[in-house]
C-alpha cells in the first residue's frame, strides 16, 4: 500500500474521530441539559406538594427536593466526567493515528511486498 493511501486513510480516521468527538460532546450536554431540567421539574413538584400539606410534610418534601437536587446533580456530573473521558480517549486515539501515519509516511516503501 502506498503512503499516499496510509495517510488518507489515516486522515479519514481521524477526520471521523474528531466527529465523533463532536458527537459525544453533544450528546453529553443534551444529557446534563436533561437530568438539570428533570431536576427543575422535580424540584417544583415538590415544593407544590409542600405547599399543601402540613409542616411536617413541608419540611419532608423539602429534604426529598434536596435529595433529588443533589442526585440530579451527581447524575450531571458522571454524565459530564464520562463524557470528557470518550473525548479524551478518541482525542489521543486521534493523535496516536496521525503519529502513526507520520511514522508510515517517513519510512520507505518495501517494493518487494507490493503485488
Known amino acids: 500500500m502506498e503512503t499516499k493511501n496510509i495517510n488518507s ?7 471521523k474521530t474528531k466527529d465523533l468527538v463532536a458527537k459525544v460532546a453533544k450528546k453529553s450536554d443534551e444529557v446534563a441539559r436533561d437530568a438539570s431540567h428533570a431536576a427543575t421539574s422535580a424540584g417544583e413538584k415538590v415544593k407544590t406538594m409542600a405547599q399543601k400539606g402540613e409542616h411536617q410534610l413541608q419540611e419532608t ?46 519510512k520507505p516503501v518495501d517494493k518487494r511486498r507490493e503485488p
Open 9 to 15: 486513510k489515516i486522515d479519514d480516521s481521524a477526520s
Open 61 to 106: 418534601a423539602e429534604k426529598v427536593g434536596h435529595a433529588v437536587t443533589e442526585i440530579a446533580s451527581k447524575v450531571v456530573h458522571a454524565a459530564q466526567e464520562t463524557a470528557e473521558k470518550v473525548v479524551n480517549g478518541a482525542k489521543e486515539l486521534a493523535h496516536k493515528a496521525q503519529h502513526r501515519g507520520e511514522e508510515v509516511a517517513g
